[in-house]
């Protein structure tokens, strides 16, 4: 395992299943679903879901953003795009998110059927939609999410959704393999070395910063983000929608900006409204549980039907860990 250049296309999985390879008589749900019949079907090319997205074109003109998974093939993943129908029917009115048209299991498969944006995917190299990036990320942040029930109960908070982020460094310096890990760091191994005490403390204090009662997306990278026909920018893929601070969204989408564009994330995130919410001990605590996050999960065994996520994963790591050395850490460890 060794540290990835920096990508300059959105992450994809090549593995991902093609309109073609859509069994016959699911496609033709897909058609009635949709209420006309498919002529032609863009496989998304962003994103590691292996099961078919896309978007299919209808007779007579009509467009609809399809997903589809099988629970004999899918089985690790199928349960993502449940999740995610449940939210998107509970978000309150105005949450920059596409409309889901019906939802239907059908022969072991679940489908989905989105309203298609009309913009295309956001390009981070070009202003505009580095703006429009901004604006969502600051939008939600900005969405009071205390009454939002899915399935009756209401969202839960981020350190209790997403546990799994804060104990990664602390499992990344303990694992038998930590100096084959810890190299994927490269110009970063040394520093992360020397701070490996400290590192532990943040990602322990990193819990209690979190809390709050805005809406929390939780997967906000530059590929969960597509313009609609007015350039503005809309959040996909919400399966792990949550509540807590409304700088959280910001803060980790700066990250996956910072990846694309060279930027530094630190000097993107101060830009955003819901920064100024977010205290010098929650900025260090958090970028320190995702670069943690990004280090372990990326020097993991690899996923069969997931190809690239691994790599994409210790990609990430680079420009948290920048920024993690931006910061006087042990001026804010557990302070």
């Not at 990344?172 to 110009?187: I, K, N, Q, S, Y």
């Not at 009662?213 to 597509?226: I, K, P, Q, T, W």
């Not at 670069?291 to 999960?297: D, T």
Request: aromatic fraction near 6%; glycine fraction near 8%.
């Amino acid at each position: 395992m060794t540290p990835l250049p920096r990508p300059t296309a959105a992450p994809h999985n090549p593995a991902r299943l093609t309109w073609q390879g859509v069994p016959s008589r699911v496609r033709d749900r897909i058609a009635t679903l949709s209420g006309a019949d498919v002529v032609g079907a863009t496989t998304a090319t962003a994103g590691f879901s292996p099961g078919y997205a896309g978007v299919v074109e209808l007779a007579g003109g009509g467009r609809v953003f399809v997903k589809a998974m099988s629970d004999a093939d899918h089985s690790g993943s199928i349960w993502l795009n449940r999740a995610e129908a449940k939210v998107v029917r509970a978000l309150p009115a105005g949450t920059p998110a596409a409309a889901l048209r019906w939802e239907e299991e059908f022969e072991g498969w679940h489908l989905l059927g989105f309203d298609a944006l009309q913009g295309g995917p956001l390009d981070p190299a070009r202003p505009e939609h580095r703006e429009a990036a901004r604006h969502l990320l600051d939008s939600i942040g900005e969405i009071d999410a205390t009454g939002v029930r899915v399935d009756g109960a209401p969202l839960e908070p981020f350190a209790q959704a997403l546990a799994d982020l804060f104990p990664r460094w602390s499992q990344l310096f303990d694992a038998e393999d930590a100096d084959a890990r810890l190299a994927t760091a490269g110009p970063h191994e040394t520093w992360v070395r020397t701070k490996a005490s400290v590192l532990r403390d943040l990602a322990a204090s990193a819990p209690a910063h979190t809390v709050g009662s805005r809406l929390v997306h939780a997967d906000l990278r530059m590929d969960n983000m597509v313009l609609d026909a007015g350039g503005r920018a809309i959040a996909v893929d919400w399966p792990w929608a949550c509540i807590g601070a409304p700088w959280l969204d910001a803060l980790a989408g700066c990250v996956s900006l910072a990846l694309h564009t060279g930027l530094p994330a630190r000097q993107l995130f101060h830009a955003h409204r819901g920064a100024a919410a977010c205290s010098a001990d929650a900025e260090a605590a958090m970028v320190a549980v995702l670069a943690g996050y990004f280090m372990h999960a990326g020097t993991e065994p690899d996923v069969p039907a997931l190809p690239g996520l691994r790599e994409f994963q210790r990609a990430q790591a680079l420009p948290a860990l920048d920024w993690l050395r931006s910061l006087e850490l042990d001026a804010h460890a557990l302070s």
